[in-house]
């Protein structure tokens, strides 16, 4: 298979893992080849600058990327302030994303999050206004700033005109703005490569209508790879389905794009609900996913086929997976996972 079949692989950490194991982790990517890390920031976990920052300061190859910060729970002049640190500490190595999260998390916070696209779509501006170094002045319906200013900008890299700036986006509307005002699009956890390709051509045909480059797309996947692939699809179902009692709105009503996920993963909506039901009972993952969920929202079997499974997502418009290493023996996998690596 060529490397052009291929996207770039990295490897996504939560900041639920702690800045010492993502550094681990980090280096193990950096040390095998793997392109990048990705920092995934959830609410009531730990902040991911700290560990991004650490990890900056202990790899030296291996690009960074912020993935996401939420503008509701950080200003976007406090996201532009530290992510400028960031990019100094690193080099020029990072890469940062913008997202309004999750609703659920957010509202329990006491913060009210109605305008999600509006509110990135004004963070981002504001940010990359002080990226530049000169005073920012931006009035929105969300944020509002006067004159602000970063005394040090992030790192002057000369192979870039300024950090890049990503969007998570899984509405048609949020992936429209994506098209339209940032450099990369993130996809997140839980997305079939057939739902992929439907997302990617929204954000190109928006990128093309405001006279833009198409945005460079990573996306999320959880990832167990062993010599024994079907003890591989097996254990990739706990984290499965992990995410999925975690993230997937309770009941039938779900948003048109968990709907439309669901009708490109190939698993009926009658199984899918019913396989939810089981999980929220507290039965294992392993019984209650059948082989369809591991097929379609994780990559997982010997280091062979998990490169056969990455060649679908590069088919579907993915530029770079960032892989969630589950599973036991995550550095165990790591190095396994090297030997199909495309170089970087």
């Given at each position: ?15 639920g ?8 982790l ?26 991004a ?26 996201i ?14 990072s ?5 309004s ?19 990135v ?29 970063i ?13 890049a700036?990503?969007m998570?986006a ?6 429209s ?13 839980l ?7 439907r997302?990617?051509t ?5 990128a ?24 591989a ?7 499965i ?5 975690s ?21 009926p ?17 392993a ?5 369809r ?14 490169l ?10 993915v530029?770079?997976?960032?892989l969630?290493?589950?599973g ?17």
């Amino acid at each position: 298979m060529s490397e052009a079949a291929l996207p770039r692989i990295g490897i996504r950490l939560s900041s639920g893992l702690g800045p010492q194991r993502c550094v681990e982790l980090a280096q193990a990517a950096e040390a095998n080849g793997f392109a990048s890390t990705w920092f995934a920031e959830n609410p009531f976990e730990s902040g991911v600058f700290v560990a991004a920052g650490a990890c900056a300061a202990m790899t030296k190859r291996i690009s960074l990327g912020i993935g996401v910060i939420n503008p509701y729970t950080r200003h976007p002049v406090q996201i532009a302030m530290e992510f400028a640190a960031l990019d100094q500490l690193s080099g020029g190595r990072s890469i940062l994303g913008v997202g309004s999260g999750i609703t659920g998390p957010i509202k329990r916070m006491g913060i009210t999050n109605d305008r999600p696209v509006t509110a990135v779509r004004e963070a981002i501006a504001i940010i990359r206004g002080l990226m530049t170094g000169n005073g920012t002045t931006f009035h929105g319906t969300v944020f509002n700033v006067d004159n602000a200013r970063i005394l040090r900008p992030p790192f002057p890299n000369p192979t870039r005109p300024g950090p890049a700036i990503y969007m998570a986006a899984a509405g048609e509307r949020a992936l429209s703005a994506c098209g339209e005002i940032a450099d990369g699009l993130i996809i997140s956890n839980l997305t079939p490569p057939r739902a992929t390709e439907r997302i990617v051509t929204i954000v190109a045909e928006a990128a093309a209508k405001a006279d833009r480059p198409t945005p460079a797309v990573v996306q999320y996947v959880p990832c167990v790879a062993r010599a024994n692939g079907d003890a591989a699809r097996q254990e990739v179902k706990s984290t499965i389905g992990e995410m999925l009692t975690s993230f997937w709105p309770v009941g039938d009503d779900w948003p048109p794009a968990r709907e439309a996920i669901v009708a490109e993963s190939g698993i009926p909506k009658r199984d899918f609900t019913a396989a939810l039901e089981r999980l929220r009972r507290g039965e294992n993952a392993a019984p209650a996913l059948d082989d369809r969920f591991a097929e379609a929202f994780a990559i997982a079997g010997t280091a062979r086929e998990c490169l056969t499974q990455a060649a679908s997502y590069r088919a579907a418009g993915v530029d770079e997976l960032a892989l969630t290493i589950a599973g036991s023996r995550p550095l165990v996998d790591i190095s396994y996972l090297s030997n199909i690596l495309p170089a970087t």
